[in-house]
């Protein structure tokens, strides 16, 4: 029998840090787990504004992509946790400088309790691998 889905991991991107994996591929679609900015090697928090924290936490995304064979061009949706709403902009900016064109349908909103202490954002995607090339 087909395995219907596979749960996915790379040492290119921060471990999880709790009981979940970094994705799940099922069929054409990369569930990954809300992502941070944390340091792969380390596992340490990336220090810095919104700015430099998407842009950890971006990578990471992209690198548990890769370990699933897509990219961050197969995505789809996204959505977007932030510490404080008034990053928005900050995080917005560097934000499309990785999906610069037709970017993925994208919600973001502001959650109390993030944790640790200074992380400021988390980042959750969904990735479709079928029909690459093909109208809708």
Known sequence: MAQRRRAITTDKA??????????????????????????????????????VQTRATIRNIQAILEAAGASLADVVQITVYLKDIAD??????????????????????????????GRLLVIDAVAYTGRRGQGA
Do not use: C, W
């Not at 069929?27 to 792969?40: A, L, N, R, T």
């Not at 993925?104 to 109390?112: E, G, H, I």
């Open 14 to 51: 921060a471990p999880p840090g709790a009981h979940y994996s970094q994705a799940i591929v099922a069929g054409d679609h990369i569930y990954v787990s809300g992502s941070g900015p944390f340091e792969p090697i380390t596992h340490k928090l990336v220090e810095g504004d919104v700015a």
């Open 88 to 117: 928005f902009e900050a995080m917005n900016v560097e934000y499309r400088k990785h999906f610069p064109t037709d970017p993925p349908a994208r919600t973001a909103l502001a959650v109390a309790g993030m944790r640790p202490a």
